[in-house]
């Protein structure tokens, strides 16, 4: 199939992630990614309607293991649809990717696993593991810079896998959602209270372990961050030479997270200019509730414009749903000042840079 035009969706992934990004090569064939499946609903509900539509997938990208981001692909892995569909490459990083129970946690005493699930039903696709010693990845004229994780991250992640001590999701409370009253405090209040994570990033491998890049087409680029730390995305962008000074310009920026409490700093956003934020949640589970309120205030008054331009922060969930689950986390008031807006949308295609 023959294509002159990006276009990709940020499906409905309940509190997951799921991209799914159809683009073109040098040829101008089309070339299509998928990064993460979201929950097994994601798949169920939404992926797999798009999915019937495709007979190949030239790049899946896992970005870690969190069972927000794999269920949806073991569903994937296990329905009659992957016998009918080509992949060419898998990127992901870890020893054994184990299945999930109950759409929520990851277990490792569970027989059917991604990994052999791969081997099994699509032995001859090219797996690779990926981490910031890679740098840049070129696919046919698409390029790929990849900011997380770094070798460090890499093989701490498989260290604690190899000697089981990978904390269970259930055992792993850090706080993601707004702090006490913040919703009482205004925007700009809240974004100059200076960025404080709760945890280091070893403490916090399954999202540290991200896999996070910048993707680069002839009409498009997109900064997608996973769920990775602020601190690591930030050093390897200062590392390629970005600055408050020379900022990253990118079409879209892919909010790490869901716009967590922990992952978006202000010190991360004054170096990347953009026009269009996305956040994936549909306001979050019973443990966790995003976008927090203070990452909202972030986007709006700690990143540049560029040419006086507003900002749009994209969710894929519905405003509604979003205030249903977790109250009044925008106030009608906050958009009169900040020069932004917020929209529900799905499917995204090429800009005019500005």
Not at 36 to 50: A, H, I, P, V
Not at 122 to 149: A, N, V, W
Request: glycine share 4%; proline share 3%.
């Amino acid at each position: 199939m023959k294509r002159d035009e990006t276009e990709f969706a940020l499906l409905p992934a309940y509190h997951g992630d799921c991209i799914l990004i159809k683009t073109f090569d040098n040829d101008n064939n089309e070339f299509v990614i998928l990064v993460d499946g979201g929950t097994s609903q994601t798949f169920r509900y939404f992926l797999k309607n798009e999915l019937e539509q495709i007979q190949k997938i030239d790049l899946l990208v896992l970005t870690h293991i969190d069972s927000d981001h794999i269920a949806g692909l073991i569903s994937f892995f296990k329905s009659n649809l992957i016998g009918s569909i080509l992949i060419d490459e898998i990127w992901m990083n870890h020893p054994e990717i184990v299945d999930v129970d109950n759409d929520e946690l990851i277990s490792k005493k569970q027989g059917n696993t991604l990994f052999d699930l791969i081997r099994t039903k699509k032995p001859y696709t090219k797996l690779k593991e990926i981490s910031t010693d890679d740098s840049l990845l070129e696919r046919k004229g698409l390029k790929f810079t990849i900011l997380s994780p770094t070798p460090d991250i890499k093989k701490e992640l498989l260290r604690q896998w190899k000697c089981s001590e990978l904390p269970k999701e259930e055992n792993f409370k850090v706080n993601i959602s707004s702090q006490k009253d913040s919703y009482s405090e205004s925007l700009e209040s809240l974004n100059k209270i200076p960025f404080a994570p709760e945890s280091s990033w070893k403490s916090d491998i399954y999202n540290s372990s991200s896999i996070s890049f910048l993707l680069e087409s002839k009409d498009i680029s997109l900064l997608l961050l996973a769920d990775s730390r602020p601190e690591v995305i930030e050093k390897s962008l200062r590392d390629k030479g970005f600055s408050e000074e020379e900022p990253l310009n990118v079409d879209y920026l892919k909010i790490s997270h869901h716009g967590s409490l922990n992952n978006t700093s202000q010190n991360l956003l004054s170096i990347i200019t953009t026009k269009h934020y996305l956040i994936s949640t549909n306001g979050g589970n019973a443990d966790h509730k995003h976008p927090s309120r203070e990452t909202i205030a972030r986007i709006v008054y700690s990143s540049p414009r560029s040419n006086g331009k507003d900002i749009i922060i994209f969710f894929n969930h519905s405003i509604a749903q979003l205030k249903e689950r977790i109250g009044n986390f925008i106030h009608e008031n906050d958009l009169h000042s900040g020069h932004w807006s917020i929209r529900h949308q799905n499917w995204f295609k090429k800009i005019i840079k500005f």
